[in-house]
Structure formats: structure tokens, C-alpha cells
């Protein structure tokens, strides 16, 4: 089966635009998290959806940061207008059911960075 | 303060030794995972240890879990150039599903 497919994998942007991060989630996944990591510190969670609803968010640093899955399938996160802390990679990562015991599997990231 | 904290921060040894990194979180958790980061890929589960065990195996790994202590052990046997990667421990709480992280371990494989 596919994996977790994320777009672009790159993005470069200044400061104040904003920028539309993807996530496609393995086929099937209904549980899609996404997570970030900022230069030299550690992953971090930002939210969960379970299909399209949100089932945690606690992680949203502020409300620059706006996530959608609109029919249950691929997510976005959007940043506007971002910031220089905003750069760092993006995961997303997928899991088929709910339960804290279930792998979730994990997109390439996508590179932010915003100048 | 962190939840998972790897140590040592980056290990180099050479192939065909045994390479051990040390994880310790702060809270009770429901269960603790391993990940494998490659450069510029996204990251791999390993293993997933639940905070009722003691120890596991899958292939060349053998992660432990001491609740008591709050730290896990991951060991990778035999180690080959392609395990040259960064290693994650995660925690999970009860009660929830994110994972939270540690800042990781860069193991070097040396050919």
C-alpha cells in the first residue's frame, strides 16, 4: 500500500505569507496527526483528527495555524501569516485504528522555512 | 521540561558491535515506542513496549521498559552501515494518543 504522502517537501517563504502544507493519509487511515519538529529541539504534536472531526488540538501553537480535513481524507495546514519560529519540518502520520497501542506511520515531513 | 530524553545525544561505533541508547520520560505512560529517522525521510516504528512489560525483541532489537525508573533501552545487535539513522523513544499516556518525543539519538555506523 502507499504511505503517508506529504506536499512540497520543500517550501521557502518570508515572513508574513502563507503557506498550505498537505498530507495524504494511507488509504483507509481514519486517525491523521500532525506533528512538527523547530531546529535542534524535539517532535512535537500539534493535533488529531479522527476522519474529519478534531479529536485534539492541543498542540496548535496559536491561531496562525489552521488545520482541515474536509471529508475525512487529506488534511491541509495552513500558517498566515507566518513567522520566523514557524520554520522546521512537518510530519503527518496516519493510523488505521483508535487506541494508543496502534503504529502510527509516518509522512517524509515537509521543509519549512520562512525567511 | 521534555517528556523523553535520548542519551546519549549522537554514538558512533563500528559495524558489528552493539549499540545501546537510553531513553527517560517524567510521567506514567500507557506505552513507549521506537522510531528510526533516516536523513530526509520520515520516521520508522520500531517496537512498542507497553508499560506492563519488561522487555521485547523484534529481529537485532531488544528494547527494555523500568517503569519504576522511567527509562527504556534500546539495543541494536550486530549493527550494519544501514542502521546508521536517528533514534526516537515516544511516550503515550493514558487517556490519549499523541506521541511525544524525545530529542533523539544520531547513531553513526562505521564501515
Known amino acids: 500500500e502507499a504511505g503517508v504522502t506529504q506536499f512540497p517537501s520543500h517550501s521557502v517563504i518570508e515572513k508574513g505569507q502563507t503557506v498550505t502544507l498537505r498530507c495524504d493519509p494511507i488509504?483507509?487511515?481514519?486517525?491523521l496527526y500532525w506533528y512538527r519538529r523547530v531546529m535542534g529541539k524535539e517532535i512535537k504534536f500539534l493535533l488529531h483528527f479522527v476522519k474529519e472531526s478534531k479529536q485534539d488540538e492541543s498542540g496548535m501553537p496559536n491561531n496562525r495555524f489552521l488545520a482541515e480535513r474536509t471529508g475525512g481524507t487529506y488534511s491541509t495546514l495552513k500558517v498566515q501569516p507566518a513567522e520566523l519560529e514557524d520554520s522546521g519540518v512537518y510530519f503527518c502520520?496516519?493510523?488505521?485504528?483508535?487506541?494508543?497501542?496502534?503504529?502510527?506511520?509516518f509522512g517524509p515531513g515537509t521543509r519549512l522555512t520562512v525567511t | 521540561s521534555q517528556q523523553g530524553e535520548e542519551d546519549p545525544q549522537a554514538l558512533s561505533i563500528q559495524e558489528g558491535e552493539n549499540a545501546t541508547m537510553n531513553c527517560s520520560y517524567k510521567?506514567?505512560?500507557?506505552?513507549l515506542q521506537w522510531y528510526r529517522q533516516n536523513s530526509g525521510r520520515g520516521l520508522v516504528h520500531l517496537i512498542l513496549i507497553r508499560s506492563n512489560e519488561r522487555e521485547k525483541h523484534s529481529g537485532r532489537l531488544r528494547v527494555t521498559l523500568d517503569t519504576s525508573k522511567k527509562s527504556s533501552s534500546l539495543l541494536i545487535t550486530a549493527s550494519r552501515a544501514a542502521d546508521t539513522a536517528s533514534y526516537f523513544c515516544?511516550?503515550?499516556?493514558?487517556?490519549?494518543?499523541?506521541?511525544?518525543f524525545g530529542t533523539g539519538t544520531r547513531l553513526t555506523i562505521i564501515p
Open positions: 515516544a511516550t503515550v499516556v493514558f487517556g490519549n494518543e499523541k506521541l511525544t
Open positions: 510521567t506514567s505512560i500507557n506505552n
Open positions: 502520520a496516519s493510523s488505521r485504528s483508535r487506541g494508543a497501542v496502534y503504529e502510527q506511520y
Open positions: 488509504s483507509g487511515h481514519d486517525n
